[in-house]
């Protein structure tokens, strides 16, 4: 988050160095009349009586200086801690260029000439950005497929992937079988670019040495593996069936029902079940909310440990009697008698 917003490359070596070496998905754009001489006016003089160095304020102006790469600049900023974003620079040889849109990418359609925006992940086809130059439309396209081809699900991940509005499929390895291992990823991961349901479909991987017991109620054996079902969550839904062999005549087979649906089984929940599923549906909300409460109980955890708040004994006061005529002067004169007496 300390790094720059936009990272600026010049080759398809650098995009793997510098924006896929942490992160498998990322946002290129190119614009051959981008240069650092031709933004002007208040965003000029706010970048030149910046704090940054010449180099930076360089490439600040290039980033800044067509529409096409500020918006990109403004999504990169607002999305920066969830994705990687690059642009490349108008300097950059077409060989580089080409590297990009190998033969089997972007339709046939060649690179466009007068600058893209595209989303780029290594063994995966280039996806060009079709869509409107605006802040919340390319928001939008970044956030929609900010996934990779095939994801490693895992306790961290499962639930926000699961929640895509997709099914699930996931191809489940045993991590010390490393042959077959290898196989079947690759194949999972040939059928996620290039498979007729692809569109489908979020495509993952899972350990299911690791994950055993909770791969379990979908009936996956450790014994069987590699082994593929489908799952749709919101729904409590899985498509399951050893005897159906291969990736692809496993989706083939589950698109034309040939393999039934099973309902997955409820697990049955306590109160406390129920409120930790409540605090991860709700979040970021319920953070806020336990945040408060802690905030509160640990304010008044402190007021205890000082004691309790009691007011001021009540000073005492002399007993007052009715008292008429000669009784009361004589025992007025009496008190103020006692009181000088006293001082």
């Given at each position: 988050?300390?790094?720059?917003?936009?990272?600026i490359?010049?080759?398809?070596?650098?995009?793997?160095?510098?924006l896929?070496?942490?992160?498998?998905?990322?946002?290129?754009?190119?614009?051959?009349?981008?240069?650092?001489?031709?933004?002007?006016?208040?965003?000029?003089?706010?970048?030149?009586?910046?704090?940054?160095?010449?180099?930076?304020?360089?490439?600040?102006k290039?980033?800044q200086?067509?529409?096409?790469?500020?918006?990109?600049?403004?999504?990169?900023?607002?999305?920066?801690a969830?994705?990687?974003?690059?642009?490349?620079?108008?300097?950059?040889?077409?060989?580089?260029?080409t590297?990009?849109?190998?033969?089997?990418?972007?339709?046939?359609?060649?690179?466009?000439?007068?600058?893209?925006?595209?989303?780029?992940?290594?063994?995966?086809?280039?996806?060009?950005?079709?869509?409107?130059?605006?802040?919340?439309?390319?928001?939008?396209?970044?956030?929609?497929t900010?996934?990779?081809?095939?994801?490693?699900?895992?306790?961290?991940?499962?639930?926000?992937?699961?929640?895509?509005?997709?099914?699930?499929?996931?191809?489940?390895?045993?991590?010390?079988d490393?042959?077959k291992?290898?196989?079947?990823?690759?194949?999972?991961?040939?059928?996620?670019?290039?498979?007729?349901?692809?569109?489908?479909?979020?495509?993952?991987?899972?350990?299911?040495?690791k994950?055993?017991k909770?791969?379990?109620?979908?009936?996956?054996?450790?014994?069987?593996l590699?082994?593929l079902?489908?799952?749709?969550?919101?729904?409590?839904?899985?498509?399951?069936?050893?005897?159906?062999?291969?990736?692809?005549?496993?989706?083939?087979?589950?698109q034309?029902?040939?393999?039934?649906?099973?309902?997955?089984?409820?697990?049955?929940?306590?109160?406390?079940?129920?409120?930790?599923?409540?605090?991860?549906?709700?979040?970021?909300?319920?953070?806020?909310?336990?945040?408060?409460?802690?905030?509160?109980?640990?304010?008044?955890?402190?007021?205890?440990?000082?004691?309790?708040?009691?007011?001021?004994?009540?000073?005492?006061?002399?007993?007052?009697?009715?008292?008429?005529?000669?009784?009361?002067?004589?025992?007025?004169?009496?008190?103020?008698?006692?009181?000088?007496?006293?001082?």
């Amino acid at each position: 988050m300390s790094a720059r917003a936009v990272s600026i490359i010049s080759s398809y070596a650098e995009s793997k160095e510098q924006l896929l070496n942490k992160i498998p998905v990322a946002y290129i754009v190119y614009d051959p009349n981008a240069s650092t001489s031709t933004s002007s006016g208040e965003e000029d003089s706010t970048i030149d009586s910046s704090g940054a160095t010449e180099e930076e304020k360089a490439l600040e102006k290039l980033v800044q200086s067509t529409e096409m790469t500020r918006v990109f600049g403004q999504v990169a900023r607002k999305l920066q801690a969830q994705g990687s974003f690059g642009m490349l620079s108008p300097s950059t040889t077409s060989e580089e260029m080409t590297k990009f849109f190998d033969s089997s990418s972007n339709s046939g359609n060649g690179i466009p000439t007068s600058g893209f925006i595209a989303r780029i992940e290594e063994d995966v086809p280039i996806k060009v950005y079709t869509g409107e130059v605006t802040t919340d439309a390319l928001t939008n396209f970044a956030q929609e497929t900010n996934l990779a081809a095939v994801i490693e699900l895992g306790g961290q991940n499962f639930r926000f992937v699961s929640r895509r509005g997709k099914s699930v499929a996931v191809a489940v390895y045993n991590p010390e079988d490393t042959i077959k291992t290898t196989n079947f990823k690759k194949e999972m991961k040939d059928y996620a670019v290039n498979g007729k349901y692809k569109d489908e479909y979020i495509y993952g991987t899972m350990d299911g040495i690791k994950w055993d017991k909770f791969l379990s109620q979908f009936s996956i054996q450790k014994e069987n593996l590699p082994e593929l079902f489908v799952l749709d969550v919101p729904n409590r839904t899985y498509w399951q069936d050893p005897s159906v062999f291969g990736v692809s005549n496993f989706i083939t087979a589950v698109q034309n029902g040939e393999i039934e649906p099973r309902e997955q089984e409820k697990r049955k929940a306590g109160i406390l079940d129920e409120i930790l599923q409540a605090f991860v549906d709700y979040m970021p909300y319920s953070l806020f909310f336990m945040l408060a409460l802690f905030g509160t109980v640990f304010m008044l955890v402190v007021r205890l440990d000082d004691g309790p708040i009691m007011p001021p004994p009540p000073q005492p006061q002399r007993e007052k009697k009715k008292l008429g005529g000669k009784e009361a002067e004589e025992k007025i004169d009496s008190d103020d008698s006692a009181d000088k007496k006293n001082k």
